[in-house]
């Protein structure tokens, strides 16, 4: 499932490439991808004509701003890919169910066999907090303030991999990276958050921050049985960097004993657990 930095990889291709873009026709002919809208045409009619002007993001949600202060907002969940294709004619993955064309011909597509992922648009001035799943977000993991975070998960008796997963204390980080950053941490992840020093909340939020910088440097993590590519059909190469997540029984890069797996909750969690404490 794609996290922050895929989604910011995303973010970034788009910018690079689509601002400045008019929106001259849409086809939603996936009914689950655009169930926000009543009927799918409203995305068509909320979007066309307008101008592609920012690519934001927050958390795991991407945000086209258009000229009329309308974005579209993306969000690719389990298996959501947005592509460029270079024309209409360029050849179409399977599943895909909303294509957007631009005025220079080339067309954004969003791809996704599994259809948990969704795109729709949002009239000009609605307020964030009004809209599901964006208006409970809390501050980006890129962007938090380090105290904040720190009070926000020493306050709290969850395990740390569910407290920094959760977007509403910090937005953007999923089952891998939570992973990445507990190991670089030298956190275990069921440890309660209220049983860590303000220390080692400090030492959270650094390795939060190095290890989300590094993949995004890398151009995100692209799994085996996962569908994450960047608008151009390329897989990210952080996969390569992993220090546990998908490592069972492999050595710890810092120690050399093997990397754990445990199953919480349906997901696999790897640790270290002689340098996880
Ligand atoms: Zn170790």
Redesign the pocket.
């Known amino acids: 499932m794609p996290e922050l930095p895929e989604v910011e990889t995303v973010r970034r291709g788009l910018a690079s490439s689509v601002l400045g873009q008019a929106i001259t026709a849409v086809e939603a002919t996936g009914r689950r991808s655009v169930r926000r809208h009543v009927d799918p045409s409203e995305l068509g009619v909320a979007v066309t004509g307008r101008v592609i002007v920012r690519a934001d993001r927050l958390g795991k949600y991407l945000l086209l701003g258009l000229d009329d202060e309308t974005t579209v907002v993306v969000h690719l969940r389990m298996s959501g890919q947005l592509l460029i294709a270079a024309s209409a004619d360029a050849a179409r993955r399977a599943h895909t169910h909303v294509v957007l064309d631009l005025h220079d011909g080339r067309q954004l597509r969003f791809v996704d066999p599994r259809t948990f992922g969704e795109v729709f648009a949002v009239a000009p001035g609605t307020p964030r907090s009004s809209i599901g799943g964006l208006g409970s977000l809390g501050p980006d993991a890129l962007a938090v303030d380090r105290r904040a975070f720190a009070t926000a998960v020493r306050r709290r008796r969850l395990g740390l991999k569910m407290l920094i997963m959760d977007q509403r204390i910090v937005a953007g980080v999923g089952n891998i990276y939570s992973d990445e950053i507990l190991h670089r941490a030298r956190l275990r992840w069921d440890r309660p958050g209220s049983d860590i020093s303000a220390v080692a909340a400090g030492r959270l939020h650094e390795a939060l921050v190095t290890v989300l910088e590094e993949a995004i440097e890398h151009r995100g993590s692209s799994l085996a049985d996962e569908q994450y590519v960047d608008v151009d059909g390329r897989p990210g190469a952080f996969q390569h960097l992993h220090r546990v997540h998908a490592r069972a029984g492999q050595s710890?890069h810092?120690?050399g004993?093997p990397i754990e797996r445990a199953k919480v909750g349906g997901r696999s969690t790897y640790f270290?657990r002689?340098?996880q404490v």
Do not use: A, G
């Open positions: 710890c810092r120690c004993r270290c002689r340098c």
